[in-house]
């Protein structure tokens, strides 16, 4: 950033004396770049860079993860408000019970998983999804008895504008293959261990149990996995480039929902 | 224990072996199969619950407990197939051949739940009953009929049978038993139950309204009898009738495949897909053909909404599912639409997104409607159970006291097959997962 070309220093008009022989010193106004300006005097312009961090992101967890940059971390408060869903891929497998609810945890039990179907799973996830549906109308503090939340539940614009407990907005079985199943999950403050609970009790609620193998962010808002910087593109250029380009996105974000 | 071996954490190798060697524990196997189960909730202390701790509690530390907010589980004995809810009590029939099928729980003072001999006393019989009862049938074949629906009103029941017609009990003072109308005759404590079999082929559906009973038989006829005042008789005049009369009015010669009715006012649907309507229409629910409000023969409905499949009738509100899955409401009261909409004449739609159709999951339908007095209920394919109206006693099942002005879920635990509404409880009927 250092190397870049930096702003051109300020000039100021100073009466200098004229070159020129003795006799009379007159004296001529000349432009003259300011020495307070002058990179040797100055240092380099960034020595430090303030870099926010949006919703948590686990250490067991992958995915997208939004980073706020200088100016930018104004914006990350603005989102946090904004309580839009994320969406994850999360991974399971049954047979295992474990005490930290993913597979690198203790082994707590071991159960028989032949009796699953996808039906049933499904059906699971149906039930999921109504009791967090209930969960959403109610921690959204709104009187259930007027006009206007009839007509924002009608469009499923209630949310919990404040804090709340996780809830999950949708759930959906995208790969099934005993013992491994995946799902994808659309959900509202929420921490990945909440997701990895869930899994197990997935498990449970099948009459067998489940361990969380895999929880990957896969949309944070507007940002998807497709705007996403991978490790192999972690440098200057690529970073300005995805800023310039996410940042209108951003603002519509910000506008339709505050 | 090895000396020469130094403890310290258990290595991957260690883990790994450990965990193979761990035992394997069955819950279900394959041929684990889905139990039915039977879920109450509602106002309890006529025992309409069934939960005889609710009202008489049997520890100490117990309370009353006068409204049951949420589900709560009943055990029966047997798989109850068919459940009705009338004024304070209810009626559950199990679809077995044994000598039981049916049991009653809740207000017995006109004898709806039949004769229940009490312990004490053998000439004298319960006014309310806390727990579900048999009720004794005469049937002449006792372990081959099977009992298929049960329906109650206002204070007489009606079982049908697949073989021996129509059992009708309780009040009979405007004639809703199919019997001649007995003057000062006392209910209570009554024994007799009335045996229907007259009808032109078998008799498929019975329902009752508050003091008249509908039948509807498989050519698609349907005959009524009881209470007239309003014309929920629909047989052309205000009077009581006392034995099944056969309608006629716009419902002749057409093939009826459903009839409903709670408080007054009747709906039938035909198998083409048209609702007919009559009875009491003070409300609106027939205000659509005329300025009456009483209607006393079976008038068509023209409403434009496409084919209809099944119709629930209200006390003041009426509700219609059709062929694609949208529920449509109108009459008075809260509807379902927001506080705003009271009353209307013509049908509304109440947009699907309220019974969680979302462009997440797109195929969620309505796939049945109930009607309470002034509750409706909706189940989706899914097994949700969507309930909204007024919230007598708690009676929505939802946890809380207020009324509920757009459709709102019931967490039950399992898939809710069937529902059936009452004034201040209901019940339903669910297969756990």
Known sequence: LNAAPGRPPRQQIRFLPAPGGGGAVELVAARVPVLADHPLVRGPRFRKLKIGAGHRLDVKASGVFVLGIGHGNKLLTDRYNCHLTKVYTVGGRFGKATDDFSDTGNLVEKTTFDHITREKLERILAVIQGTNQKALLMYSNIDMKTQEAYELAVKGLIRPMGKSPPIITAVRCLQFALPEFQLEIHCLHETQQYLRKMVHEIGLELKSSAVCTQVRRIRDGVFTVDDALPRTQWNLQSIQEAIRNCQLKVETELEKTL | ?433
Not at chain 2, 37 to 58: E, I, N
Not at chain 2, 92 to 116: C, E, H, P, Y
Not at chain 2, 313 to 326: A, I, K, R, S
Request: charged content about 20%.
């Open chain 2, 1 to 433: 224990r090895g000396l020469g071996v130094a403890a310290g954490p258990p290595s991957t190798r260690q883990l790994r072996e450990a965990e193979e060697g761990a035992p394997v524990f069955q819950y279900a196997g394959k041929a684990a199969r889905r139990k039915d189960r039977v879920f109450v909730w509602g106002f309890s202390y006529s025992g309409a619950l069934g939960v005889p701790s609710f009202v008489k509690p049997d520890a100490g530390w117990k309370k009353p407990r006068r409204i049951q907010p949420t589900p709560y589980r009943l055990e029966t004995e047997e798989k109850i197939s068919s459940a009705a809810c009338g004024y304070g009590f209810t009626l559950l029939a199990s679809n077995t051949r044994d000598i039981t099928k049916v049991w009653g729980m809740g207000l017995n003072k006109d004898s709806q739940l039949g004769f229940q001999r009490t312990r004490r006393d053998q000439t004298k019989g319960y006014e309310y009953v806390l727990e579900p009862s048999p009720i004794p049938l005469p049937l002449e074949k006792p372990q081959q009929t099977r009992v298929l629906q049960v329906s109650c009103g206002r204070a007489h029941s009606l079982v049908l049978t697949d073989s021996e017609g129509v059992f009708t009990m309780g009040n009979n003072s405007y004639g809703q038993c199919g019997r001649k109308v007995v003057e000062d005759e006392i209910y209570s404590g009554s024994h007799l139950i009335h045996q229907l079999k007259e009808f032109d082929s078998r008799v498929v559906q019975v329902v009752c309204g508050q003091d008249h009973s509908l039948f509807r038989t498989k050519k698609g006829t349907v005959y009524a009898c009881g209470w007239g005042a309003d014309g929920q008789t629909g047989l052309g005049h205000y009077n009581i009738t006392s034995v099944p009369t056969k309608l006629h009015g716009d419902i002749a010669g057409v093939n009826i495949v459903q009839v409903s009715s709670y408080g007054d006012c009747c709906l039938a649907v035909s198998d083409e897909g048209d609702v007919f309507g009559w009875g009491n229409s003070e409300y609106l629910q027939l205000a659509s053909v005329t300025e009456t409000t009483q209607v006393n023969v079976p008038r068509h409905l023209p409403f434009k909404i496409g084919k209809i499949k099944e119709a629930a009738c209200g006390g003041t509100g009426n509700l219609v599912l059709t062929e694609e899955g949208n529920v449509f409401v109108w009459g008075y009261g809260i509807l379902g639409k927001g506080p705003n909409l009271i009353e209307t004449a013509v049908p509304e739609m109440i947009p699907p997104s309220l019974f969680g159709w979302s462009d997440f999951s797109p195929d969620i339908r309505v796939a049945h409607v109930r009607c309470g007095l002034s509750q409706f209920a909706a189940l989706t394919n899914r097994g949700e159970l969507f309930v909204w109206g007024k919230n007598l006693r708690g009676c929505l099942g939802t946890g809380r006291m207020e009324d509920q002005y757009f459709p709102w879920r019931v967490t039950v635990p399992g898939e809710v097959v069937d529902v059936a509404c009452g004034i201040d409880h209901m019940v339903s009927m669910v297969s756990s997962f």
